[in-house]
């Protein structure tokens, strides 16, 4: 269709479909959907994929380097700046003397939380942690099972699922946000609002978070492959005021200062269209997907 229209089109990847339904959506037919996959994205006038792991994946796939964009995801400022102070939204939340950990998304099994559920059991100190997970998922039960068998379901809560945008009024209260583990080629949206609302950030250090996240500055990193490390760093962070400020004040300042936000991403795929000699007030409709 692109090629019988002339029409310039732009696509956004933010994950090898491929690999991800191979792994956890029993695929079928999987030489028909390589081929698709890896069709769609060669015939793209540009490839915008999230990370540049993600943009190895192109490469692999002989996408021609000049076509490959890679563009983060990024926030809504103005979404941010109406937020409650941590504070107030902890307050709110009846967490008012509670250091909170909190995590956002669909809660499955390789996420892990169950190591700061085992955490928070093992380290009842003052201020008292408590673990807010804003939203759902087939890893609830086993979760809220743990909780009861470690003695702690009074420090775990389950928002359920929210709606979109309330989702923020809850992760402004996380004094502590947890990205407890990623899949390799992702770009979270999570960990942009959990930058965008200052939240001091556990992240495991892979190499496309390492891409947004500096140890240390915005963010405390820890080994993936080194099970004693997520605890580690989650009782430093937590034990430590002065550094949980100092990543919380470099959180904020990572949005302005690398320009994570959906404005600037507009901009920049606007500019790609101009590349293609497609102007902003064009009669011939770009596409992007």
């Known amino acids: 269709m692109r090629r019988l229209l002339r029409i310039p089109f732009l696509l956004e990847v933010n994950a090898p479909l491929l690999q991800e339904r191979g792994r956890y959506g029993g695929l079928r037919l999987t030489r028909l959907a390589r081929w698709s996959e890896e069709y769609v994205w060669r015939g793209a006038d540009f490839a915008l994929p999230v990370t540049h792991v993600l943009a190895n994946y192109l490469r692999r796939a002989n996408v021609p380097e000049s076509r490959i964009v890679v563009i983060p995801n990024g926030v809504d400022r103005a979404k941010f700046q109406s937020q409650p102070e941590r504070a107030a939204a902890k307050q709110a ?25 085992d955490w928070i059991a093992d380290h009842p100190g003052q201020p008292e942690p408590h673990l ?29 699922v929210v709606g979109r945008e309330e989702v923020m009024r809850y992760v402004a209260a996380y004094d502590v946000a947890l990205q407890p583990a990623v899949m390799e080629y992702a770009s979270p949206l999570k960990l942009f609002e959990y930058l965008a609302l200052g939240c001091a ?3 495991p250090a892979t190499p496309n978070i390492c891409e947004v996240l500096v140890n240390e500055e915005n963010s405390l990193l820890f080994d993936p492959f080194e099970e004693s490390s997520f605890n580690q760093a989650l009782g430093r ?32 795929v606007l500019q790609l269209f101009e590349q293609l000699g497609v102007g902003v007030h064009t009669t011939r409709s770009p596409a992007l997907i």
């Not at 009846?94 to 809660?107: D, I, M, N, P, S």
């Not at 937590?238 to 959906?262: K, P, Y």
């Open 237 to 268: 962070v937590c034990s430590d005021d002065a550094l949980r400020e100092r990543i919380s004040r470099g959180a904020r300042r990572t949005i302005e200062e690398r320009q994570f936000t959906w404005e600037h991403n507009a901009r920049r």
């Open 93 to 117: 939340l009846g967490l008012g003397e509670k250091l909170v950990l909190g995590f956002t998304g669909f809660v499955r099994d390789w996420h892990r939380l169950e190591r700061a559920i």
């Open 132 to 160: 807010l997970i804003t939203g759902d998922g087939p890893a609830r039960q086993s979760l809220e099972k743990r909780a009861h068998d470690r003695g702690i379901t009074h420090a775990i809560t389950f928002t359920g």
């Open 201 to 203: 950030i556990i992240a």
